[in-house]
Every structure is written in C-alpha cells, then in structure tokens.
C-alpha cells in the first residue's frame, strides 16, 4: 500500500499543527515522523488513517496501483491514547479487538499465543490488564493493534514506555513488517532506534518540515558543510591554518584537536598536505553526526532564531 501526503495542511483554533507536509510512503519502507512535543505528528497520523481531514491538501492511498479509500481493515493503527479494558485480562482485551476486526478466536489463537510468548506475556494472560506496568500493557496494545495483519501499519509512539529490551522487541517486528512488504508509519522520540529503523524520516517543528528524506539527505539537508575533527596542535593549527581559502571555519575542541568546517567537499584531499606541512596532523576524519545530535542542533538553532527575530521586532 502507498500512502501520497500531498501539501496538507491542518490548523486547530489558534494553531496550524501540520503546515504543508508532503510525503510519498512506499510499500516496503518504514517513514518515520520526529519531532520534539507538539511537532504535529499526532495530528499528520489522525489524518493518515483519516480520524480528521486535511484543511488543504490531500492524502490518497493506493493499493497495488489502484487508488482506494482506507477502511478500518485495511490498516492496523496504535493510538496515542491507548483504549484498552483495564479490568479485563490481557487474552480477554486481544480476544474482544479481534472479535471487532471480525477475526474467529479459532484462527488467531495460535498467533496471540506466539505474540504472547514473544513479548513475554505468556504467564500472564489471565491478569487483569490494570495489574501491568505501562510498558507491558504498551505490549498487549500492540500485540492488539497488529493481529489482523494489514499492508498499513501506523504507529504512533510505539516505543514508549518499553524498556530496552523491549524496544529491541519491537524493533525486530517493525523489520520483519517491512520485509513482508508492509508499509509502515511511525511517529517516535527514541533517535537512536529511529535512526537504525526508517528507510525515510519527517523531521517536524512547529508543523512544518524542516527536513525529510534517508539520513544521509537529511544530514546534507541539516548539514550541508563538511565538517572534519582534526587531531593536531590546536593552538598552533588556528593560527597557521587562518585564511586558507577553503575553510570556512575552525573551532578549538582541545589543545589537541580542532574542528574544521569547509566550504565545500570538492578539494578538501588535496588540501592536507598544505595543511600538514604548515603543523603536523596526527589524524584527521569527518564528522557524521547521528539523528539526534541533527535533531538537536537543528531545534536548537531554530529556537534562537526565533528568540533573535522577536528581540529584534520588541
Ligand atoms: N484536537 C486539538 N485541538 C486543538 N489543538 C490541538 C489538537 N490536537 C493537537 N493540537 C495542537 O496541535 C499542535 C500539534 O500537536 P500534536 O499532538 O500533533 O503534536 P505531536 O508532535 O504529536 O506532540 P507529542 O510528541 O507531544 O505527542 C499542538 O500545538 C497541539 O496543542
């Protein structure tokens, strides 16, 4: 299933959550949805499997290269807000969620028993749900949410409140989704997760996309200096290296090492020589941030920017 999220706009009262986001989520690929509280990601997946409608813009799935309109069958659908029966037991709570989705408990029950084991519940089936930690009753939700087994898979949070040994757990069945040619919508803040998990990522703030693609387009999007750690005389290397056409800037790390950004990668081999023969270089390696030094940074910066462009209008 392919999900087009052509410029869509949503706007509450006083607030635009998502501001013309498009995005093209292709079967087989995990697109997940970063962004720090109140980004508009909930809101981008409430539309997503059509909760509210899009203000402008439009949303359109298409199934083998047809166009459909979603049913409740089609997608599986974690909410941020879990809706589960806190006095009843977990089987009881999986048995009522496949009984809506028109599931006989004949057939599924050896798949709620593999997830069951899967995710550690098996002992506990019998309990009711209001005795579970949040991280536990985090796995029967999911477990609820992925019996039927749709082409869609959209997630919002789907790590929150696991352990780590969890969150690989759930790492694993998002793979297998995908190598089962799922198409599968995540929102999360775990960056490390995100970053070993989605083929593609909307990073959100404010609504609106501040970049989106694979992680190597959204480092050149964030990122788009080359930037080196040099292991040299720092003191020494400031002073000689000054005025060297191609770097743009350079920044003390420690008395050992500097950081140097460039203007462009083009040249930048050529250039160690010159620059070692001005002060020794003991080792020199680009740095490639992971997602959440980007993400931070980037909010970061566009927080002060923000502050910077209201002191300058008061
Ligand atoms: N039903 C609503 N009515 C009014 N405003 C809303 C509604 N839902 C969301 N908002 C506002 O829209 C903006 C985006 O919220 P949203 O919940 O989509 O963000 P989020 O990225 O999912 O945040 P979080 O990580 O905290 O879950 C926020 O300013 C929020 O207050």
Do not use: C
């Not at 962004?35 to 997503?48: D, E, F, T, W, Y």
């Not at 023969?277 to 566009?302: C, E, M, N, W």
């Amino acid at each position: 299933m392919r999900l087009s999220v052509n410029n869509v706009t949503k706007r509450y009262r006083t607030v635009t959550a998502v501001d013309a986001i498009s995005l093209d989520i292709q079967p087989g690929k995990i697109q997940a949805l970063l962004g720090p509280n109140g980004a508009g990601k909930s809101s981008l997946v409430r539309m997503l499997v059509g909760l509210t409608q899009p203000d402008e813009g439009e949303i359109l799935v298409e199934n083998n290269g047809e166009s459909i309109e979603l049913t409740y069958h089609d997608f599986a659908y974690l909410p941020e807000d879990r809706g589960l029966y806190q006095d009843r037991t977990i089987l009881d709570n999986l048995s009522y969620i496949a009984s809506l989705r028109g599931l006989k408990l004949s057939d599924i029950r050896s798949d709620i028993d593999n997830w069951l084991e899967r995710f550690e519940l098996t002992d506990r089936k019998d309990e009711p749900l209001r005795q579970m930690s949040k991280g536990n009753q985090q796995k029967v939700q999911l477990i609820a949410t992925l019996l039927h087994d749709p082409q869609l898979v959209i997630l919002d949070e789907p790590f929150s409140g696991l352990d780590p040994v969890n969150q690989e757990h759930v790492l694993t069945v998002l793979n297998e989704l995908r190598e089962r040619g799922k198409t599968v919508v995540l929102s999360a803040h775990q960056m490390e997760l995100v970053e070993r998990l989605a083929d593609t990522m909307l990073l959100m703030n404010k609504g609106r996309a501040v970049a989106q693609g694979s992680l190597q387009e959204i480092r050149d999007t964030l990122l788009p200096k080359p930037v080196y750690r040099v292991t040299t005389n720092a003191q020494l290397a400031l002073d000689s290296w000054q005025g060297v056409e191609q770097i743009e800037s350079m920044r003390k790390v420690s008395e050992e090492q500097v950081e140097i950004t460039f203007d462009a990668d083009a040249g930048i081999e050529q250039l160690w020589p010159t620059l070692a023969q001005r002060v020794s270089i003991k080792a020199f390696a680009p740095i490639q941030p992971g997602l959440h030094d980007l993400y931070l940074d980037t909010i970061r910066r566009q927080a002060s920017g923000e502050r910077n462009s209201k002191e300058a209008q008061s």
